[in-house]
């Protein structure tokens, strides 16, 4: 079983559609990430969240700390929307800060106009 | 504003031959990651740097070696080069808090090995 768990792995949706992309971790945490990737592209950081919820244009990202999990919501969903959304997590270390990041399977988003 | 920068984008190598990777962070960002994506895969943790000390290794094969320099830029280098080795190298870096810090991807260093 995967620490980091996405669903669904592959999501396709109409122009304009809300879309939300969930991810469950099974350590705790000192930090999660949602990113960004296109095809054959880098990756970009979206949001990073250690508790409640973020908001960045038609992206908002929201985590339960308890529950131990986070979602990715797109409103208004566009065509320039299509990438992999990958959920990562920042293990946390009892220690001090974390080093590692651990990736989540990430989810192919496809929207069609 | 300047983010993270790696070089080169792209290198085709031989089987057997070395590569060296670099990255230079965000300015007064102290902490840089390193990642491997193979073709259609996730990616996967190398290894980590904290202020110019290993602070944290993954799946790096022993051919591999990595260090953060004083001005906090790091290299990656690989050594006898293999097939499986192509990959997309991402680089990443953050000012490390108590949270982990706000995380900058490079582009990535596209490496073929032929």
């Known amino acids: 079983k995967n620490e980091v768990e996405q669903s669904p792995q592959n999501l396709t949706a109409q122009e304009g559609e809300f879309i939300t992309i969930n991810c469950s971790y099974s350590v705790g945490i000192s930090a999660l990430h949602w990113l960004q990737q296109h095809p054959g592209g880098g990756i970009v950081s979206l949001f990073m969240l250690s508790s409640g919820k973020k908001k960045h244009g038609r992206l908002i990202a929201t985590i339960n700390i308890q529950e131990k999990h986070s979602s990715l919501h797109i409103t208004a969903s566009h065509p320039r929307d299509s990438a992999v959304y990958i959920c990562?997590?920042?293990?946390?270390?009892?220690?001090?800060?974390?080093?590692?990041?651990?990736f989540g399977t990430g989810t192919l988003l496809a929207v069609q106009p | 504003a300047a983010g993270v920068i790696q070089s080169p984008r792209h290198l085709i190598k031989e089987k057997r031959e070395t590569a060296t990777l670099k990255c230079y962070p965000i300015p007064r960002h102290d902490t840089v990651y390193w990642y491997q994506q193979g073709p259609g895969q996730d990616p996967q943790f190398l290894i980590s740097?904290?202020?110019?000390?290993?602070?944290d290794k993954g799946s790096i094969p022993d051919r591999f070696s990595a260090q953060q320099f004083s001005d906090y830029h790091s290299e990656l280098n690989m050594s006898s080069l293999e097939l499986g080795d192509s990959a997309l190298y991402f680089c990443?870096?953050?000012?490390?808090?108590?949270?982990?810090?706000?995380?900058?991807f490079g582009e990535g260093s596209r490496l073929t090995v032929l």
């Open positions: 740097f904290y202020e110019k000390m290993q602070s």
């Open positions: 990562a997590v920042l293990f946390m270390n009892y220690g001090g800060a974390t080093n590692k990041l651990i």
């Open positions: 990443a870096s953050s000012r490390r808090d108590y949270t982990g810090g706000e995380l900058f």
